[in-house]
C-alpha cells in the first residue's frame, strides 16, 4: 500500500468571542431592525415589523430606519454603537442575497 | 453566508433564515415571510451555536491509502473534491515533504501569520501559502511573489473582504514588477496571462491565491461567494510589467502607482470582473498619429459603460488596468505620450453623457454609494467614470506585436502595493529551477 499524508488546506478557524445570548421570549421585550435597504427590505422589515407586533402584543419594535441603512454602514463601528446605545434586547439584519 | 459572521471571529454559524432567491426581487411574493415567521422568532430565543467553546481548531494532517502511487493520488484528488478543497483540476498533496521544499522560498518563518482570510477567516501564514502552492503545482521560488500578494489581498484597503463573497465576480489581478518577474518566468510578453509552459509561475501562484480564497477564505460557489459567473477564477491573472519594452522615461507601474523604487521587486494588487481584448491597430494607411489616436480613441470607448460594480474603486481604487504591448508604448512615447498623459486622455474621453447614464439607470447606484466624491460626481456631465485621472492603471505587457491590448474592467475599492521580500537562498532556488526546467525561454 502506498499512503499518503498531507496537511488539511481548510487551516484554522479562531473563534474569539460566542455569539450573543438568546432572549428567553420576545413578549415584553425591545426589537430594532438593521437594515441594508436591499433586496426588498424595503417591504419585508416593515411586514416583519408588523408581524411581531401582532404576534407578541407587549413587545416595542423600532422602526426599520432607527438605525442607520445601506450596505456601507450597518457594518461600522458607530452603528453598533447606537444599536447598543439604544437598549434594544434582540436585533433582526437583513437582507442580503 | 455564515463565513460573514467566521470571518468576525464568531462561531462560523449563525441565527439565520434563508428563502428562494425569488422573494427578493422586485415585485415578489413576500408571503413566505408570513409562513415563516416562527424560525426568524427561534432566531432570537431558541437557537444555539454549534461551536460551544472559543478556541483554535487547528486542523489535523489527512491520509490517504492507495494500492499504488497513482491509486493514492486518486485518492487524494478525489478527497479534495469530496471536501471542497479542489477546483476541479488535478492538485498536488501538499506533503510535508513537498510543503518544506518550498517554504525554501520564504524570506519569513513558515508560522509568520499573514492575517485572516475574509470571509471565512481562516487563519492564514506563511505555511498556508506553502499548502496552497504546493497543491497548485507550484515552485519555492514562487511563493515571495505570493505572499507578498496575499499580503495585499488581506489589506481591508484592497476591499477582499466584500468582494470575497459578493455576486459580481471580482477575481483579483496581481501585477509583478522588478527583476523577480523575469527570474522566476513570470510572463510579461505574449500570453501573460496564460496559459504559457514555458513561464507557469502565474499560473501557479494565481491558482495558489484562488484556492486559498477558497479553502481559507470560504469562497465557495452559491455558499460562500455569490458570483453569478466566477470568470477567470481558475488561476486569477498573475503577470510581470514588460519592464525590458518600458519607454525611457516611463516609470514602470509599482513606482508609479505605489511608489517603489525602479528596479524594487513589488507587487500590485487590483480586482477586475472582466476582461476584454480590444482591437488597437489601425487597419489601412493610417499615419503614426493617427494610428496612436485612434487606437487610444478605442480603448476609451471600451471604457465608457456604465460598470456599477466600478464605483466601489471611484475614489481611491481604479477604474481598470489597460495593458499594451511594449512596441506600442516605444511608438506611443516616440509621439510623445506619457503613462500620465495617455491616463489624462482615458479620462477625459471616458466619460459618459448624464443622459445616457439617466436611461441605464445609473444615477440611482450613485446616489447610494458610501463615497461623497462619487455621489457629487452627478453634478458633472458628461460624467466621468473615475474621480480622477490617475486612478486608471496602464501597465506595459504582451509581447511584441502592435495589433491589440487588454482592458481589465475595473471592480476594485483599492489598489494595494506590496515589496517582494526574498530568502537569503534565492539565488540558489534560481539554479535549481534552471537545472528542473531547463534555461528560460527566449
Same mark, same amino acid.
Given at each position: 500500500?502506498?499512503?499518503?499524508?498531507?496537511?488539511?488546506?481548510?487551516?484554522?478557524?479562531?473563534?474569539?468571542?460566542?455569539?450573543?445570548?438568546?432572549?428567553?421570549?420576545?413578549?415584553?421585550?425591545?426589537?430594532?431592525?438593521?437594515?441594508?435597504?436591499?433586496?426588498?427590505?424595503?417591504?419585508?422589515?416593515?411586514?416583519?415589523?408588523?408581524?411581531? @407586533?401582532?404576534?407578541?402584543?407587549?413587545?416595542?419594535?423600532?422602526? !426599520? #430606519? &432607527?438605525?442607520?441603512? *445601506? $450596505?456601507?454602514?450597518?457594518?461600522? @463601528?458607530?452603528?453598533?454603537?447606537?444599536?447598543?446605545?439604544?437598549? !434594544? #434586547? &434582540?436585533?433582526?439584519? *437583513? $437582507?442580503?442575497? | 453566508?455564515?463565513?460573514?459572521?467566521?470571518?468576525?471571529?464568531?462561531?462560523?454559524?449563525?441565527?439565520?433564515?434563508?428563502?428562494?432567491?425569488?422573494?427578493?426581487?422586485?415585485?415578489?411574493?413576500?408571503?413566505?415571510?408570513?409562513?415563516?415567521?416562527?424560525?426568524?422568532?427561534?432566531?432570537?430565543?431558541?437557537?444555539?451555536?454549534?461551536?460551544?467553546?472559543?478556541?483554535?481548531?487547528?486542523?489535523?494532517?489527512?491520509?490517504?491509502?492507495?494500492?499504488?502511487?497513482?491509486?493514492?493520488?486518486?485518492?487524494?484528488?478525489?478527497?479534495?473534491?469530496?471536501?471542497?478543497?479542489?477546483?476541479?483540476?488535478?492538485?498536488?498533496?501538499?506533503?510535508?515533504?513537498?510543503?518544506?521544499?518550498?517554504?525554501?522560498?520564504?524570506?519569513?518563518?513558515?508560522?509568520?501569520?499573514?492575517?485572516?482570510?475574509?470571509?471565512?477567516?481562516?487563519?492564514?501564514?506563511?505555511?498556508?501559502?506553502?499548502?496552497?502552492?504546493?497543491?497548485?503545482?507550484?515552485?519555492?521560488?514562487?511563493?515571495?511573489?505570493?505572499?507578498?500578494?496575499?499580503?495585499?489581498?488581506?489589506?481591508?484597503?484592497?476591499?477582499?473582504?466584500?468582494?470575497?463573497?459578493?455576486?459580481?465576480?471580482?477575481?483579483?489581478?496581481?501585477?509583478?514588477?522588478?527583476?523577480?518577474?523575469?527570474?522566476?518566468?513570470?510572463?510579461?510578453?505574449?500570453?501573460?496571462?496564460?496559459?504559457?509552459?514555458?513561464?507557469?509561475?502565474?499560473?501557479?501562484?494565481?491558482?495558489?491565491?484562488?484556492?486559498?480564497?477558497?479553502?481559507?477564505?470560504?469562497?465557495?460557489?452559491?455558499?460562500?461567494?455569490?458570483?453569478?459567473?466566477?470568470?477567470?477564477?481558475?488561476?486569477?491573472?498573475?503577470?510581470?510589467?514588460?519592464?525590458?519594452?518600458?519607454?525611457?522615461?516611463?516609470?514602470?507601474?509599482?513606482?508609479?502607482?505605489?511608489?517603489?523604487?525602479?528596479?524594487?521587486?513589488?507587487?500590485?494588487?487590483?480586482?477586475?470582473?472582466?476582461?476584454?481584448?480590444?482591437?488597437?491597430?489601425?487597419?489601412?494607411?493610417?499615419?503614426?498619429?493617427?494610428?496612436?489616436?485612434?487606437?487610444?480613441?478605442?480603448?476609451?470607448?471600451?471604457?465608457?459603460?456604465?460598470?456599477?460594480?466600478?464605483?466601489?474603486?471611484?475614489?481611491?481604487?481604479?477604474?481598470?488596468?489597460?495593458?499594451?504591448?511594449?512596441?506600442?508604448?516605444?511608438?506611443?512615447?516616440?509621439?510623445?505620450?506619457?503613462?500620465?498623459?495617455?491616463?489624462?486622455?482615458?479620462?477625459?474621453?471616458?466619460?459618459?453623457?448624464?443622459?445616457?447614464?439617466?436611461?441605464?439607470?445609473?444615477?440611482?447606484?450613485?446616489?447610494?454609494?458610501?463615497?461623497?466624491?462619487?455621489?457629487?460626481?452627478?453634478?458633472?456631465?458628461?460624467?466621468?467614470?473615475?474621480?480622477?485621472?490617475?486612478?486608471?492603471?496602464?501597465?506595459?505587457?504582451?509581447?511584441?506585436?502592435?495589433?491589440?491590448?487588454?482592458?481589465?474592467?475595473?471592480?476594485?475599492?483599492?489598489?494595494?502595493?506590496?515589496?517582494?521580500?526574498?530568502?537569503?537562498?534565492?539565488?540558489?532556488?534560481?539554479?535549481?529551477?534552471?537545472?528542473?526546467?531547463?534555461?528560460?525561454?527566449?
Amino acid at each position: 500500500m502506498i499512503t499518503l499524508e498531507f496537511h488539511d488546506p481548510s487551516g484554522a478557524i479562531e473563534v474569539k468571542q460566542p455569539h450573543a445570548p438568546r432572549v428567553a421570549g420576545l413578549a415584553g421585550k425591545r426589537v430594532g431592525f438593521v437594515s441594508n435597504d436591499q433586496w426588498q427590505a424595503y417591504r419585508m422589515l416593515p411586514r416583519l415589523k408588523a408581524l411581531l @407586533e401582532a404576534d407578541f402584543p407587549s413587545i416595542e419594535v423600532l422602526a !426599520v #430606519d &432607527a438605525f442607520p441603512q *445601506g $450596505n456601507g454602514v450597518i457594518g461600522s @463601528e458607530e452603528t453598533a454603537a447606537l444599536v447598543k446605545a439604544s437598549g !434594544v #434586547d &434582540a436585533v433582526i439584519i *437583513g $437582507n442580503a442575497a | 453566508m455564515t463565513n460573514a459572521v467566521a470571518g468576525l471571529g464568531l462561531a462560523p454559524d449563525a441565527a439565520m433564515v434563508t428563502f428562494p432567491i425569488e422573494m427578493f426581487l422586485p415585485g415578489s411574493d413576500i408571503g413566505p415571510l408570513d409562513a415563516r415567521r416562527r424560525e426568524i422568532y427561534d432566531g432570537l430565543t431558541r437557537w444555539r451555536s454549534a461551536f460551544d467553546r472559543a478556541g483554535d481548531g487547528a486542523p489535523p494532517r489527512l491520509r490517504v491509502e492507495g494500492t499504488s502511487a497513482e491509486d493514492a493520488l486518486a485518492r487524494f484528488n478525489h478527497l479534495m473534491l469530496i471536501n471542497r478543497w479542489g477546483d476541479g483540476l488535478p492538485l498536488w498533496p501538499p506533503t510535508e515533504e513537498r510543503v518544506n521544499w518550498i517554504l525554501r522560498g520564504a524570506a519569513q518563518s513558515g508560522e509568520r501569520r499573514l492575517g485572516t482570510f475574509p470571509p471565512r477567516g481562516g487563519v492564514t501564514t506563511v505555511k498556508s501559502c506553502a499548502i496552497a502552492l504546493a497543491m497548485a503545482g507550484g515552485r519555492p521560488e514562487y511563493l515571495p511573489v505570493l505572499v507578498a500578494a496575499v499580503e495585499a489581498f488581506l489589506d481591508p484597503e484592497s476591499g477582499s473582504e466584500a468582494l470575497q463573497a459578493a455576486s459580481g465576480s471580482a477575481f483579483p489581478v496581481v501585477i509583478v514588477n522588478g527583476p523577480i518577474g523575469p527570474r522566476i518566468r513570470l510572463n510579461a510578453g505574449f500570453g501573460c496571462l496564460g496559459p504559457d509552459p514555458q513561464r507557469p509561475a502565474g499560473a501557479s501562484i494565481g491558482r495558489a491565491l484562488r484556492l486559498l480564497q477558497q479553502n481559507l477564505g470560504g469562497a465557495l460557489p452559491g455558499i460562500g461567494t455569490m458570483a453569478n459567473y466566477g470568470g477567470l477564477r481558475y488561476t486569477n491573472l498573475v503577470f510581470a510589467e514588460d519592464e525590458a519594452s518600458l519607454p525611457a522615461g516611463w516609470p514602470p507601474h509599482g513606482s508609479d502607482r505605489h511608489g517603489f523604487a525602479p528596479g524594487a521587486d513589488s507587487v500590485s494588487l487590483a480586482f477586475a470582473n472582466g476582461a476584454t481584448n480590444i482591437r488597437r491597430r489601425g487597419a489601412r494607411k493610417e499615419t503614426p498619429e493617427e494610428d496612436a489616436l485612434q487606437g487610444m480613441h478605442r480603448m476609451a470607448d471600451f471604457m465608457r459603460v456604465p460598470n456599477m460594480a466600478g464605483l466601489a474603486g471611484y475614489e481611491h481604487g481604479t477604474p481598470g488596468i489597460i495593458m499594451i504591448p511594449g512596441v506600442v508604448a516605444q511608438t506611443m512615447a516616440g509621439l510623445g505620450w506619457t503613462k500620465a498623459s495617455m491616463r489624462e486622455f482615458f479620462w477625459e474621453h471616458s466619460r459618459i453623457p448624464l443622459a445616457d447614464l439617466r436611461r441605464a439607470g445609473g444615477p440611482a447606484w450613485i446616489e447610494i454609494d458610501t463615497s461623497k466624491v462619487a455621489r457629487e460626481s452627478l453634478a458633472l456631465d458628461p460624467w466621468p467614470i473615475t474621480a480622477r485621472p490617475e486612478n486608471f492603471v496602464i501597465v506595459v505587457a504582451g509581447g511584441g506585436h502592435p495589433t491589440n491590448s487588454y482592458w481589465l474592467q475595473g471592480y476594485s475599492p483599492g489598489v494595494v502595493g506590496r515589496p517582494v521580500a526574498l530568502p537569503v537562498e534565492f539565488d540558489r532556488l534560481i539554479a535549481e529551477a534552471e537545472r528542473d526546467l531547463g534555461p528560460p525561454a527566449p
